[in-house]
């Protein structure tokens, strides 16, 4: 799809990191499985400089008031997965004045594990499930799977890497927004040298009913 967004400074910590360079190439033949991969790359000279790409897919309507359960289903390709600190892809709902990110991330240079995004108390929580570095040259399939509750919580359901399915159960509250939509988001964090790097991505698919 097409209208992707971007921004690197409101991909830091606290919304503020410092500005880095950034782009998206789609239509990808190769390295690709589909014929049509995307090319996400971060680039830049201050360390730890990380950039978020969203892509809005639904306003305040039916689609949004309705939807609870999401799946966020892509396949990734690093050349250089050691220039990466982290991978981070979310699903982000913002519905009846309440804004529902979830955030998951396999900070395979941090902590080695994935981690999920606590929406109320503005952190990231290790889940003790390991996150490795993903391999060089291959793909790697990750799978995220949500559910808002009817009290809009944010339901944690499931990671899985590579078909191994890890069940999570966790819940936490939401926030107050006043936004309103659906958007899915994918994001690359620079490490200590901020070396130059691209990420291939193909098969991206979010399932919402």
Same mark, same amino acid.
Request: net charge negative; aromatic share 14%.
């Given at each position: 799809? &097409?209208?992707?967004?971007?921004?690197? #400074?409101?991909?830091?910590?606290?919304?503020?990191?410092?500005?880095?360079?950034?782009?998206? !190439?789609?239509?990808?033949?190769? =390295?690709?499985?589909? /014929?049509?991969?995307?090319?996400?790359?971060?680039? /830049?000279?201050?360390?730890?400089? &990380?950039?978020?790409?969203w892509r809005? @897919?639904?306003? /305040?309507?039916?689609? +949004?008031?309705?939807?609870?359960?999401? #799946?966020?289903?892509?396949?990734?390709?690093?050349?250089? =997965?050691?220039?990466?600190?982290?991978?981070?892809?979310?699903?982000d709902q913002?519905?009846?004045?309440?804004?529902?990110?979830?955030?998951?991330?396999?900070?395979? $240079?941090?902590?080695?594990?994935?981690?999920?995004?606590? +929406?109320?108390?503005? %952190?990231? #929580?290790?889940?003790?499930?390991?996150?490795?570095?993903?391999?060089?040259?291959?793909?790697?399939? @990750?799978?995220?799977?949500?559910? $808002?509750? +009817?009290?809009?919580?944010?339901?944690?359901?499931?990671?899985?890497? !590579?078909?191994?399915?890890?069940?999570? &159960?966790?819940?936490?509250?939401?926030?107050?927004?006043?936004?309103?939509?659906?958007?899915?988001?994918?994001?690359?964090d620079g !490490?200590?040298?901020?070396?130059?790097?691209?990420?291939?991505? &193909?098969?991206? %698919? @979010?399932?919402?009913?």
């Amino acid at each position: 799809m &097409d209208s992707w967004q971007s921004c690197s #400074v409101c991909a830091g910590a606290g919304g503020n990191g410092p500005t880095a360079g950034h782009g998206l !190439n789609q239509h990808v033949g190769s =390295p690709s499985l589909s /014929g049509n991969a995307a090319e996400f790359w971060l680039g /830049g000279s201050t360390p730890y400089s &990380d950039a978020l790409w969203w892509r809005p @897919l639904a306003g /305040g309507g039916d689609l +949004n008031n309705s939807a609870h359960h999401f #799946v966020y289903d892509l396949q990734i390709y690093l050349d250089n =997965p050691g220039a990466a600190e982290a991978i981070e892809f979310d699903i982000d709902q913002y519905v009846s004045g309440r804004s529902l990110i979830f955030g998951s991330q396999c900070d395979y $240079r941090g902590d080695g594990q994935w981690d999920i995004y606590d +929406n109320a108390a503005h %952190k990231w #929580v290790s889940t003790g499930i390991g996150c490795p570095t993903p391999g060089a040259n291959s793909w790697t399939h @990750l799978v995220l799977e949500v559910e $808002r509750t +009817n009290d809009n919580y944010l339901h944690y359901i499931s990671l899985t890497i !590579n078909g191994d399915k890890h069940y999570l &159960d966790w819940y936490y509250p939401s926030t107050s927004t006043s936004f309103s939509g659906i958007d899915v988001n994918f994001q690359l964090d620079g !490490n200590y040298k901020q070396e130059n790097f691209s990420t291939w991505v &193909d098969n991206m %698919k @979010l399932s919402v009913w």
